[in-house]
């Protein structure tokens, strides 16, 4: 069992700055992707970056030049830099892993019905 608990979320003025952290407990495969989504009120979750087990990235068009994702070597520790923050970026922000093939697909409309386990999601709050 993989248990996935987030920090860092808060309220932050646009074009500033936050970083979201994630630990990861329990047993993760190598081969794992790991990622973040996020979900606004009255949206569908989304994806908004991923990091493959070869380090390997991918971000949504939205946050692509301002989110960087990244991942200690060991998998147990999965961070989200977010700089020049947008009042759309407002949402609640949830860790996610999940073992799919194609780590990428995770940000498709179906990618949210592929991950395997979810943390608890951290508020970030963008106010202009």
């Known amino acids: 069992q993989v248990q996935l608990v987030e920090s860092g979320g808060g309220s932050v003025q646009a074009g500033g700055s936050l970083r979201l952290s994630c630990a990861a407990y329990g047993y993760i495969h190598s081969t794992v992707c790991m990622g973040w989504f996020r979900q606004a009120p009255g949206n569908e979750r989304e994806g908004v970056a991923v990091i493959d087990s070869d380090g390997s990235t991918t971000y949504a068009d939205s946050v692509k030049g301002r989110f960087t994702i990244s991942q200690d070597n060991a998998k147990s520790t999965l961070a989200l830099q977010m700089n020049s923050l947008k009042r759309e970026d407002t949402a609640m922000y949830y860790c996610?892993?999940?073992?799919?093939?194609?780590?990428?697909?995770?940000?498709?409309?179906?990618?949210?019905?592929?991950?395997?386990?979810w943390g608890q999601g951290t508020q970030v709050t963008v106010s202009s």
């Open positions: 996610a892993a999940a073992y799919s093939p194609a780590c990428e697909d995770l940000l498709k409309v179906f990618g949210r019905s592929l991950v395997n386990y």
